[in-house]
Structures are given as C-alpha cells and as structure tokens.
C-alpha cells in the first residue's frame, strides 16, 4: 500500500519524520538525557570500534565514524563487507565488531560478521529486521525501527541507521567521559526535535523537484561533501546512480583538485552538501573553483550559508538550521528526493530500478 503516493520510495521518504520519531522514543523517551541500551553495551572497555556494511549501510557507519571520534574520542575502523572478510584484518579482543544491515540477511556483511566471532570482544549489529540472520548471531542486535522498507534504494532505514548509530555515539561520550552533561542535553533536545525539523526539510520538495529536471538532462553528476557532508555525497551519487542510470560520483570537497575538476565542464551538475559549519568557507572555495571551470553548482546549504554563497550557485536548495551534529540526517532528505524527482522526469522504474535486488544474499 502506497498510501497516496506513487511509489513506495516517496512513501519511505515522507514517514520519515515519524518513524525517526518512533525510534527517539524507544531509545530516548520523552525527558532526560539516558538512552535505553542493553546493559551489554561497554564503551569503557573498548580500544576501538570497527564498523562493516554494504552500499547505503556502509555509509551510514562512514557517517558514524565521524561522530564515535569526534564525539567519544573512539578511534573507529570502517569497511565495505565484500573487502573486509577476504583481507583477514587482525581484530584485538579490545574491539567490537559492529555491523549495519537493514536486511540483516547481507551475505558479505554475514560473512563478515562470523569472520569477527571469537575474535571481537564484542559483535553489535544495528538491523531493520530483528528476526534476521545478522541480528540473531550477534551479541547484540540493536532495532531500527524503521518498518518494512520495500523501495530497492534505501531511504529510511538509512536515516533510521543514522539516527541509532548517532544515540550510541552519544552513550560511548557519556560512558569515556567525553561531554559535558550540558552538550548532551543540547544534543538529545535536538534530536528530540528532528522530527519537525524533517518536516520542514521535506516541505522543500518543489524545490528538489525543479533541480531534478536540470540533473535529469545530464550524463554525469558530482557530489562533493566535507567532514560529515562527505559520506552524505556518497550517499546522494549512489541514490541517484541506483535509480536515475545517471552516472554520478562523490568526492570529498578537498580532493577535488587532486584530480576529478578535470571533469568539469558546462554539462556536469555539482551538488554541495555544505551547512554554514566550520568548515562552510573551505566548501565555498570549492565551489568557486568548480563555477570558475563553468561548472553548474546546486548548493545545498541552510539559510545562513545561502546568503552567503548563492549568488552564484547555477540553483541553491534551502534546508532548515540544524546543529552541525545532526545534519546529515537532515541532508539526506535533499539527497533522496533530488534522485527521486530525477529518476521520475527520465521515468525509471523508481522501486524496482533495473539489475539490483532488495536483499543481496549471495556474494
Ligand atoms: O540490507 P542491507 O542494508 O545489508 O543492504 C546493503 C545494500 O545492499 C543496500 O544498502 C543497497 O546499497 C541499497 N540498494 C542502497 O539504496
């Protein structure tokens, strides 16, 4: 049942707020600054962390890699599944092996799961399915909460992803010692509020939905992201390559020069991924060097930022102010429904788009 929309896609992206609302109550509640985790759950004993996915999942846990070092001080190893189970990677008994599925049925991600068993001090998964394979042979399985996802590309069980990924972030830096009780209540609050914040992002979809007629009409697109808003641009090219056929890549903004601007010309679209944060000036040179090659850029900035850099942006996309901490959740709705919206002009098969599968259970 689509509910009124016309595809299971754009459903998935509308429930959003409620479902990330649904999964703050369960692990959040209504006050306070505790979050309901197993007792299990030590970051007190732990050297590091090392995080394993697939496609949208693995960068969901590239995402969470930012926040468990910046915010808890825990140095985080991340991998793609299908490399980390052939590459025999030494694990110390100090480290937990956490992986992301929505599935939970992934066969590289499973694979790499039962690599790290008796070797890992620990096996946590984070799953939208809790009956599944991944979820029952880990010690322990942390739900999503994000309901039946049926769109082949991933969109709210990536949020959902980051949403869980973010609250356990935010235990490990109360658990070492790391923030201040201040900065956790400032943070929990915020993360209280993101379901009207979603909102508000979403009521920007005519928006998105004008910039996805110029992208329909390009080969090739760019996304370029910094510090939080990198794993985001991969995220964003990978949506739309899935859906869309458009041939999209992701760079973080600084790698720009180090090679891929020799591509950019009039015809190449370059999303920004860039909220007035510290690093905002740094993106704004970026984009700079990019319009000064006549490439077209699609700023996706708050209102601050907009004021700032949009005079010159080829389109700008407005999102609401967010603490900088929150904000690839935020992003991601931009990312989702530009490649919704470009997938729906060039008429694609939006749910089923052509050679993927919604569960990849063989290698
Ligand atoms: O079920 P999983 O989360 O383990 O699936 C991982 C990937 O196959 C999945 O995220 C895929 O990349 C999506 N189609 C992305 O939209």
């Known amino acids: ?137 880990s010690d322990v399985a942390l739900p999503i909460l994000a309901g039946v996802e049926i769109g082949v590309a991933s969109t709210k069980a990536f949020t959902c992803q980051l949403t869980v990924l973010l609250l356990l972030a935010l235990e490990a830096a109360k658990q070492r010692g790391r923030m201040t009780p201040e900065r956790l209540a400032d943070l929990t609050s915020h993360m209280r509020a993101l379901p009207t914040v979603l909102n508000a992002a979403l009521d ?74 510290s690093l905002f000036e740094k993106s704004v040179s970026n984009m700079q060097e990019v319009m000064a090659r006549e490439g077209k850029v699609l700023l996706i900035s708050d209102a601050a930022g907009a004021k700032d850099a949009a005079a010159d942006a080829w389109k700008t996309i407005t999102m609401p102010a967010i603490d900088p901490v929150l904000a690839p959740i935020v992003y991601a709705i931009p990312a989702q429904l530009l490649a919704y919206h470009t997938a729906v002009a060039k008429g694609t098969d939006v749910d089923q788009p052509r050679n993927l599968a919604k569960s990849v259970t063989v290698e």
């Open 1 to 137: 049942d689509k509910a009124g929309h016309k595809h299971f896609m754009a459903k998935e992206i509308a429930e959003q707020p409620r479902v990330i609302g649904e999964a703050l109550r369960h692990y959040l509640g209504a006050e306070g600054t505790d979050i309901a985790l197993p007792d299990e759950i030590d970051f007190t004993k732990l050297d590091r962390l090392t995080m394993v996915a697939c496609g949208t999942a693995f960068y969901a846990c590239l995402t969470a890699k930012y926040w468990f070092e910046q915010i808890a001080g825990m140095p985080v190893e991340v991998d793609v599944a299908s490399e980390f189970r052939y590459r025999e990677p030494p694990i110390s008994d100090r480290t937990a092996a956490l992986f992301v599925s929505q599935s939970g049925e992934t066969a590289d991600t499973l694979a790499a799961l039962r690599y790290c068993q008796g070797k890992a001090d620990q096996i946590l998964s984070v799953v939208n399915v809790p009956e599944s394979s991944i979820a029952r042979e």
């Open 204 to 277: 920007e979809d005519a928006a998105m939905q004008a910039c996805a007629t110029g992208l329909a009409e390009a080969q090739d697109v760019l996304f370029l992201g910094r510090g939080l808003m990198y794993p985001l641009a991969l995220e964003g090219a990978l949506k739309l390559k899935e859906i869309s056929y458009i041939h999209a890549e992701a760079y973080a903004s600084g790698e720009l020069k180090h090679g891929p601007i020799a591509l950019i010309d009039r015809n190449v679209p370059v999303v920004v991924f860039a909220p007035r944060d």
